[in-house]
């Protein structure tokens, strides 16, 4: 078997999470927060639209983490981000981490919004 070392681009993986917060590239960040190819920084949740319109030019698809559970994000929400060209993809938080940090490790654009888990 082969193994190679994973090289993650100027994003940041996700390390791992606990209640109320995420470890992000090292560095424990309270939630809710978003990280992209810019960097990682507090998100307001689901009425703070205009934080993800900011990062929709340096990714294809948005992962938006619900929390411990996989709920509805607010149609107004999905549909700016889609207007934007922004792919979006909902799951719960730990799901929302893993997916986000496989395609990161891939090179992909991507960027994660993420709610606190319980």
């Known amino acids: 078997m082969r ?35 810019g960097g990682t920084r507090a998100w307001g949740g689901y009425e703070d639209v205009a934080t993800l319109l900011d990062i929709s030019g340096e990714i294809d698809v948005l992962f938006i983490g619900t929390g411990s559970d996989i709920a509805h994000i607010p149609a107004a929400l999905r549909a700016a981000l889609e207007q934007a060209g922004t792919g979006v993809e909902v799951m719960s938080s730990p799901a929302a981490c893993r997916t986000y940090n ?15 888990v319980t």
């Open 102 to 116: 496989v395609l990161l490790s891939e090179g992909r654009r991507v960027g994660l919004a993420v709610l606190p």
């Open 3 to 37: 193994l190679n070392e994973v090289v993650y681009t100027d994003a940041e993986p996700v390390d791992g999470y606990g209640a109320g917060f995420f470890r992000i590239g090292g560095k424990k960040r309270e939630a809710p927060l978003l990280t992209s190819p």
